[in-house]
């Protein structure tokens, strides 16, 4: 919002906006080369088997040659927004900032179009950096309704998400995992406005959301580990282009080869 060339300074640019000035001359500090590579290996490697902790991928790291430690993986991973799967302890309550819910699909045969939703986050790299990506998929086509870029894993881009996916109607079901963006009070509140039962994946079962883990891993192995992305843009063209395919010529065989476009719109 602030601009190199108006009648007004800098700061009183700044004063206006109400923000300190040491905010607008900051600049963060990327992370290395070296650790831009670690962060693929570890996506690779946690794609290929979730249950994968820091000590497990940092000893396969070692075997690939890299010389890291623990610590290191376990910031990395926490940056990347991924933690092993294991069985957790149970809490009898949860804190009142964000709300919990039960996990609605067991046993549940999901029958058609509209019938359930499924949203989760990914970790995308790029050459010179990182980004998250989140997606909205019908769990009967598999079709990608909505989808949003960011550089942080703020709520907001979900909430765009949300309301894009919502422009084609609205599920029975929307299921997501208990991160900390789907239990904000916002993105809860579209959802219950909506009249839509949230469903929640149990606390590390990312089996819970099978579906769209398969397309993260269709996505990464078919769109994203075959090239580097330049900047957020380039990233955004790209993945664009190939949800554009993934939904309307790439052939399912668990859809009888058919694309996911021709089944949601078959009703």
């Given at each position: 919002?602030?601009?190199?060339?108006?009648?007004?300074?800098?700061?009183?640019?700044?004063?206006?906006?109400?923000?300190?000035?040491?905010?607008?001359?900051?600049?963060?500090?990327?992370?290395?080369?070296?650790?831009?590579?670690?962060?693929?290996?570890?996506?690779?490697?946690?794609?290929?088997?979730?249950?994968?902790?820091?000590?497990?991928?940092?000893?396969?790291?070692?075997?690939?040659?890299?010389?890291?430690?623990?610590?290191?993986?376990?910031?990395?991973?926490?940056?990347?927004?991924?933690?092993?799967?294991?069985?957790?302890?149970?809490?009898?309550?949860?804190?009142?900032?964000?709300?919990?819910?039960?996990?609605?699909?067991?046993?549940?045969?999901?029958?058609?179009?509209?019938?359930?939703?499924?949203?989760?986050?990914?970790?995308?790299?790029?050459?010179?950096?990182?980004?998250?990506?989140?997606?909205?998929?019908?769990?009967?086509?598999?079709?990608?309704?909505?989808?949003?870029?960011?550089?942080?894993?703020?709520?907001?881009?979900?909430l765009q998400a949300l309301n894009g996916a919502l422009a084609f109607g609205k599920p029975r079901i929307f299921n997501t995992d208990q991160g900390v963006q789907f239990t904000s009070h916002?993105?809860?509140?579209?959802?219950?406005?909506?009249?839509?039962?949230?469903?929640?994946?149990?606390?590390?079962?990312?089996?819970?959301?099978?579906?769209?883990?398969?397309?993260?891993?269709?996505?990464?192995?078919?769109?994203?580990?075959?090239?580097?992305?330049?900047?957020?843009?380039?990233?955004?063209?790209?993945i664009e282009q190939y949800i554009d395919r993934y939904n309307s010529k790439r052939l399912h065989s668990s859809l009888d080869y058919l694309t996911?476009?021709?089944?949601?719109?078959?009703?």
């Amino acid at each position: 919002m602030v601009e190199t060339f108006s009648e007004l300074s800098i700061s009183q640019q700044i004063n206006l906006l109400g923000i300190a000035r040491s905010t607008y001359y900051y600049k963060p500090i990327l992370e290395s080369d070296l650790n831009l590579e670690l962060m693929k290996v570890i996506d690779q490697l946690y794609l290929k088997d979730p249950c994968c902790g820091r000590r497990r991928i940092t000893k396969e790291l070692r075997r690939l040659g890299y010389d890291v430690n623990e610590k290191r993986i376990a910031r990395l991973m926490k940056i990347m927004g991924i933690e092993a799967i294991y069985p957790k302890p149970k809490k009898a309550f949860w804190g009142s900032q964000h709300r919990k819910f039960s996990y609605l699909l067991r046993n549940v045969k999901i029958s058609s179009q509209n019938h359930v939703w499924g949203a989760d986050i990914t970790y995308i790299p790029m050459g010179k950096g990182y980004i998250y990506l989140v997606a909205v998929l019908d769990l009967f086509s598999r079709y990608v309704l909505s989808w949003k870029l960011s550089n942080n894993l703020e709520s907001d881009f979900c909430l765009q998400a949300l309301n894009g996916a919502l422009a084609f109607g609205k599920p029975r079901i929307f299921n997501t995992d208990q991160g900390v963006q789907f239990t904000s009070h916002k993105f809860i509140n579209i959802l219950e406005k909506e009249d839509i039962s949230i469903s929640m994946s149990g606390k590390g079962r990312c089996w819970d959301n099978i579906f769209v883990e398969r397309f993260w891993r269709t996505l990464k192995y078919e769109e994203v580990y075959i090239k580097s992305y330049e900047d957020f843009f380039d990233a955004q063209q790209n993945i664009e282009q190939y949800i554009d395919r993934y939904n309307s010529k790439r052939l399912h065989s668990s859809l009888d080869y058919l694309t996911p476009q021709e089944v949601y719109h078959a009703a």
